[in-house]
C-alpha cells in the first residue's frame, strides 16, 4: 500500500514559480511516480511521471521546457518544479503511483493517488 501527500500548490501570477511536493509512505511498492492535473469538466491530465530506480523523466508537450519533475530516493518525495506559468496551468494537481512501468501516461496505469492540491495562476 501506498500513501501520497501533496503540498505547495497555491496562487501564483502568469511568469511565477511553484515547486510541488509528494510524499510517499510505501514507496517500495511501486516503480514509478507521476503529476497529473484536472480542472472542472476535464478529464485528468498527464504531466509528468519519473521513474524511482532509472533515469527516465517523461512530460505533457503543454509543460516541456518550463516544468522539471525530480526525486529524492532518501526522502520517497518526488517534486515538480513548475516555472513560466501560465494561466491555462491552473488546475487541481495530483501525484500518482504505479506499481509497474518507467512513468506511463495513462492514468489508468497508476495504482495510487494523492489528494492532490490546487494551483491557480493569475494573468
Known amino acids: 500500500q501506498v500513501q501520497l501527500v501533496e503540498s505547495g500548490g497555491g496562487l501564483v501570477q502568469a511568469g511565477g514559480s511553484l515547486r510541488l511536493s509528494c510524499a510517499a509512505s510505501g514507496r517500495a511498492s511501486s516503480s514509478a511516480m507521476g503529476w497529473f492535473r484536472q480542472t472542472p469538466g476535464k478529464e485528468r491530465e498527464f504531466v509528468a511521471a519519473i521513474s524511482w530506480y532509472f533515469v527516465s523523466t517523461y512530460y505533457a508537450d503543454s509543460v516541456t521546457g518550463r516544468f522539471t519533475i525530480s526525486r529524492d530516493n532518501a526522502k520517497n518525495t518526488v517534486y515538480l518544479q513548475m516555472n513560466s506559468l501560465k494561466p491555462e496551468d491552473t488546475a487541481v494537481y495530483y501525484c500518482?503511483?504505479?506499481?509497474?512501468?518507467?512513468?506511463?501516461?495513462?492514468?489508468?496505469?497508476?495504482?495510487?493517488w494523492g489528494q492532490g492540491t490546487q494551483v491557480t495562476v493569475s494573468s
Open positions: 500518482a503511483a504505479t506499481k509497474s512501468g518507467l512513468g506511463p501516461r495513462d492514468a489508468v496505469d497508476y495504482d495510487y
